[in-house]
């Protein structure tokens, strides 16, 4: 049974720091892109970040380009979410998600992704 699980959330004053994990089971994600996205309360669900498999190119939103950084380890068949300087409207639960099927940058950060995580929540003081 293929899952992903996040952790790392929590509470943070802005300003801070804080890193997420994601952790798949089931199978190999080595070739898989692998990416973050946030819902916000009352707002839907946004990309935040995606890492491909080969080459491991990156790719941001706006609100979070400069801020935050996506890495993976494949051995250890985990994708990471490096958050600094934190905003009160980062506030939000964090997915993560995995797609093996060929990149499709577009598709991909509409929310097409195969495989999603339950989410972690993480809250921006101010």
């Known amino acids: 049974q293929v899952q992903l699980v996040e952790s790392g959330g929590g509470l943070v004053q802005a300003g801070g720091s804080l890193r997420l994990s994601c952790a798949a089971s089931?199978?190999?994600?080595?070739?898989?892109?692998m990416g973050w996205f946030r819902q916000a309360p009352g707002k839907e669900r946004e990309f935040v970040a995606l890492?491909?498999?080969?080459?491991?190119?990156?790719y941001y939103s706006d609100p979070v380009k400069g801020r935050f950084i996506i890495s993976r380890d494949n051995a250890k068949n985990t994708v990471y979410l490096q958050m600094t300087a934190l905003k009160p409207e980062d506030t939000a639960v964090y997915y993560c998600?995995?797609?093996?099927?060929?990149?499709?940058?577009?598709?991909?950060?509409?929310?097409?992704?195969?495989?999603w995580g339950k989410g972690t929540l993480v809250t921006v003081s101010s």
């Open positions: 890492i491909t498999w080969s080459y491991q190119h990156t």
């Open positions: 089931g199978r190999t994600f080595s070739r898989d892109h």
């Open positions: 998600a995995a797609d093996g099927r060929p990149l499709d940058l577009a598709t991909m950060k509409a929310g097409g992704m195969d495989y």
